[in-house]
């Protein structure tokens, strides 16, 4: 997700800027909406000097700023200050607000490990791909302090080498699950490194989990495959690209030069 999100209300001549989503923040609403969607991205830092200036003076709301300030000078905690905020905007409806207090309570409780996998696995979800491959070596670097159990182990390792499949690193992404396999004991992350292979052989080469893997599983996998070629032709991004085909010269090269752009910028946004 990048850009701003543009809602009805004042908005600032200056936005608060989230660098990781690379987000601009103009209006009270956006941050009501970023703080409810994004709460993994909020550190215990969250309410710093620059907040207290985007409510306060980008958005006139003064009295907000200055009951923000006291709430977190007296000891009140990250998530009673968030719903405080959330609450005096009036941004989120009742079942909203229930949801949010959930989320913050499973957010005191939760192991730092787990917290930071979350995020992580909500910035694939985002496809900022590289970013949360550096995330899940993080926790792993540490797994001892984490105190990591085997299965949660094998979960970081599964979730990092889908996101190296989605980088188009069919190998990092083959050897990871690979790795991940015998933490987790299930044969879905078979079939995930034996689609690696079929897409990319050279680069997965022959993992030796495979080999337990049966002729007739394995040609079951296959048949998978075919009906997903056979899905990918019926869609309407494939059938585009057939109709350009038979576009002149001119349309044909155009078609293809914005297609590419997109493939572009979308490759570097996950890269990011």
Not at 34 to 39: F, G, T
Not at 157 to 180: D, P, Q
């Amino acid at each position: 997700m990048g850009g701003s999100l543009i809602l009805s209300s004042k908005r600032a001549q200056a936005p608060y800027y989230v660098d990781e989503l690379g987000l601009s923040i103009y209006t009270i609403e956006e941050l009501c909406y970023y703080i409810y969607n994004y709460l993994e991205f909020l550190d215990d830092d969250f309410i710093n000097e620059e907040l207290l200036n985007f409510i306060g003076k980008g958005m006139g709301l003064k009295e907000l700023a200055d009951k923000t300030l006291r709430w977190a000078k007296s000891g009140s905690d990250f998530g009673q200050i968030v719903l405080m905020i959330e609450q005096d905007v009036h941004y989120l409806n009742g079942q909203e607000l229930g949801d949010l207090k959930a989320r913050l309570d499973w957010r005191r409780s939760a192991k730092p490990a787990d917290r930071l996998k979350k995020k992580a696995d909500t910035l694939v979800a985002l496809k900022k791909y590289r970013q949360a491959i550096v995330i899940y070596d993080a926790i792993l670097e540490k797994e001892r302090q984490m105190a990591l159990s085997i299965k949660s182990k094998g979960r970081l390792l599964h979730n990092k080498g889908m996101a190296y499949a989605k980088l188009f690193m069919f190998g990092e992404a083959a050897r990871s699950l690979e790795v991940a396999f015998p933490m987790l004991d299930s044969v879905e992350v078979l079939k995930e490194i034996f689609f690696l292979q079929y897409i990319d052989r050279q680069a997965v080469g022959e993992p030796e989990c495979l080999s337990r893997v049966s002729e007739e599983v394995k040609a079951e996998w296959t048949r998978e495959i075919t009906d997903y070629s056979l899905e990918a032709e019926n869609s309407p991004e494939y059938k585009s690209v057939l109709d350009a085909n038979n576009q002149d010269t001119y349309k044909r090269q155009e078609f293809f030069y914005q297609l590419l752009r997109r493939w572009k910028n979308e490759y570097r946004d996950m890269v990011k």
